[in-house]
């Protein structure tokens, strides 16, 4: 009876999908599509595969420049053209009913207007499934292509970003949910008392207003939030309602966790109106062994002298004067420029997993972060200590290679979770905020 | 044989989608869809009407602040809620396969990148039907919606344009068309030979690139201009591959396409590159007698206030103090604000029509364009002496009412043009560019 009273805590379940893979070899993966970040047919393919496994929402991650890297590097990712999000995911909104369609946008290169707009535009096209990544964008190439000779600096980027979260809001809320009536009789197409004129001046911008669309069909879209610094947790914990980071393990995840609810909680509202979608890489095999094989063989489609200088990167010295098929040399000993902790992170890794320099190399070229490898059972175990130890409410899952390593995901993973209760069977409502468990923002200007 | 030599010259023709219909009473005419501006499952059976009856293109004229008019007027417009372009563009990308997607974007109010970008993507998600029309916006309370305080200056919007449309299709142009090589066994992904850095630095824009997509499908989207005064009609010579204008008769359309085919010749294009293509109100009946009755109806629907403002402006005096039910009294004798030619226009048109001081002001409140009113056989008689004698290559077709109107257009008049000769029965290719016999542009960094 008490089972039935509380229902058991589920996970929610986000798709990272720009780039369809993180992974910087996997489109080179035996059997991957070259070219899934970049063909729709694949790409409505993933996001059918994606629904019919009941996933909270397909996300695509969104950069206002080529990534900025050496050629040499460069000509090697796939991730070099891409779908621009909100013509991509309003394509795919025709072709899907319930998944929730996320897009990021930048506060720094765009305007509130535009962004408020298109994400209203987007949540009435798909019936109430759009969820907004605000972020304040960190690649500072991207201010040479918006006639700036710099970027725009962190705390600055993070100033901007409350005030335009604002505007944002406060434009949606233009038109109360009941102003259009459509009279055909009396001619009266909506009720002007029933339109808010925003008038808003403010540091960094001035908006007038109304918005010229209607209140979306989620009274807001959903606001995610992604940046790790301080100013982006505060931001994070007054703002968003899910958010998507990167711990690098259970503890670290379980700390970022309390953090951002209790702030949560000091901003007064509720935690449960945040939810924490750690992002994590997924490999599934039919054996521990097979999945970790998979991983090491997709690590090793990194092309040696990217992976190298990733490699150097993360240790603070020149990793290509080891042996490349030898096990990683005592470094303990060593002074190198990286951060104690980052340095002790490879040394731990390269141990643990009995990994050769190469192998090494291809892990900090390929994919860094949290992982989950594993059979769908093992993986199923992870995610519900992580749930239940509140390091997260659910993940933002990286796909490791595609299609195959995606379908293992939908096909194997979703079902074991399914088995144990811990992931619906079938989605409840049709609304992102719905399969969120997020309540519908009202009307800051009107009952 | 002379006739099977050289085929006999066909119309182009765009619908004006958004609004679906300009005419202010539209949506109040008996059986219309109060909401067919902003409602998904009308607009696909729209695009799909128009898909059937091989329309060139669909276009979404786009603005970016709701109208600027006083609440009285506003409340009774259809057009205060709109889709964004890109977003339902998209989304009708994947209920069609061949009709051209056209939408306004602004060089006034955005950034040559996003723009750049967004248009990529719709072709290379529609397989290379996306259309740009460039527009300077002329709507001064659209400055109060993106911090200014004034609109920029007419002249500086034509500077900031034409530099505007060098870096979007400098951008385009970022990747040769064959960059992509995506070769799984030596991991190189794209040749950096192929790429072009485009580093353009002018008076309005420092925009570095290379863009983050795939040159599109068309090589450059179809370049549309809807700009009306001098710099507006040069850069239509300059850049335009179809323009949408607005000429009031036969006779001052042949005077501005010999206009702009000249300064098209004189900017070293070939007259054929560019496509004229009026805007114009057509209201099918089954006689004449019957069409002119439905004109005079959706006019009826135009709330009378703001009618008699609007005739008010056209007159340049009040016009609340005529009986509304007697024809017009004789006015030339009067003093007035308006321009004479604007005076006799309306003068003109009362009397040619018998109208009264209403009808005559419900005209000028809904739509007082160009107007083609009669039976399939007589407007396709106008048609094809618009395109004899040279005042077009075709239609900018807005409806009178949804989804009658269109209807009318699409069931009866497309069949009519079709037994003529004068408009294809089937598609020939598939891109937009194909459709309006437009040559795909070279790269200009690339063979
Ligand atoms: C899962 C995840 C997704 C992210 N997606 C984007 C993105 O789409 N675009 C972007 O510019 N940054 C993205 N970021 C980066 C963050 O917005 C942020 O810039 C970064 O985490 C650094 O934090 P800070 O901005 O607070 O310094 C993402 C980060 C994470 C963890
Ligand atoms: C058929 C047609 C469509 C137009 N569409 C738009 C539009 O979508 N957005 C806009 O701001 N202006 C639009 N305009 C206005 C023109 O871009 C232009 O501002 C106007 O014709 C005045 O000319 P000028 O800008 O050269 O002074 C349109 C004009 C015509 C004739």
């Known amino acids: 009876m008490a089972d039935q009273a509380k229902p058991k805590k589920q996970l929610h379940l986000a798709a990272f999908m ?48 080529v990534l900025n890297m050496p050629v040499e590097a460069l000509k090697r990712s796939h991730t070099v053209t891409s779908f621009e999000p909100f013509t991509l995911l309003s394509a795919l909104s025709q072709v899907t009913t319930h998944i929730g369609l996320a897009a990021t946008a930048s506060t720094t290169y765009d305007e509130p207007y535009h962004v408020a707009r298109r994400f209203a535009s987007l949540d009435h096209l798909s019936g109430g499934r759009a969820a907004w990544n605000i972020v304040t964008t960190g690649n500072p190439e991207t201010a040479l292509n918006f006639s700036l000779d710099e970027h725009v600096e962190h705390a600055e980027r993070y100033k901007r970003a409350r005030e335009f979260y604002d505007v944002v809001t406060g434009l949606w809320d233009s038109f109360a949910d009941d102003a259009f009536m459509r009279d055909q009789e009396t001619g009266v197409f909506f009720d002007p008392g029933r339109l808010h004129t925003l008038n808003h001046k403010g540091e960094n911008f001035k908006v007038k207003g109304p918005l010229n669309i209607a209140r979306p069909v989620q009274g807001w879209p959903v606001i ?27 503890e670290s995840a379980k700390a970022l966790y309390a ?85 002790a992170g490879v040394i731990k890794l390269a141990k643990e997993e009995w990994l050769t320099v190469r192998q090494l190399a291809g892990r900090y070229g390929g994919y860094s972060g949290l992982s989950f490898v594993g059979t769908p059972e093992t993986i199923a175990d992870e995610m519900a200590t992580w749930l239940e130890e509140e390091a997260a409410d659910g993940f933002t899952v990286v796909s490791p290679f595609l299609p195959e390593g995606l379908d293992a995901i939908t096909d194997k993973l979703v079902p074991e979770l399914q088995r144990r209760g811990l992931f619906r069977k079938e989605y409840k409502g049709t609304t992102l905020r719905e399969h969120l468990g997020l309540p519908r923002p009202k009307n800051r200007f009107f009952e």
């Open 18 to 65: 720009r780039p369809v893979s993180l992974h910087s070899g996997a489109w080179r993966y035996p059997g991957a599509y070259p070219d899934a970040n970049f063909n729709l047919s694949h790409l409505k393919s993933f996001i059918q595969k994606l629904e019919a496994a009941k996933f909270d929402a397909f996300f695509m991650a969104d950069h206002l420049a």
């Open 259 to 343: 953090d951002i609810k209790g702030r949560v909680e000091a901003a007064g509202r509720k935690r449960e109106h945040l939810k924490l979608l750690p992002a994590v890489f997924i490999v599934v095999g039919d054996t521990v062994e097979d999945a970790k094989e998979k991983r090491l063989k997709v690590d090793s489609l990194v092309h040696h002298e990217t992976a190298i200088a990733s490699l150097s990167v993360a240790l603070g010295q020149d990793a290509s004067k080891f042996d490349p098929d030898s096990p990683l040399p005592d470094l303990d000993i060593l002074d190198t420029n990286a951060s104690k902790t980052g340095r």
């Open 224 to 250: 995610v939030q992604a940046g790790q610094s301080e100013p982006g947790k505060q931001l994070a914990a007054e703002t968003a309602e899910a958010v998507f980071c990167a711990p690098r393990d259970l």
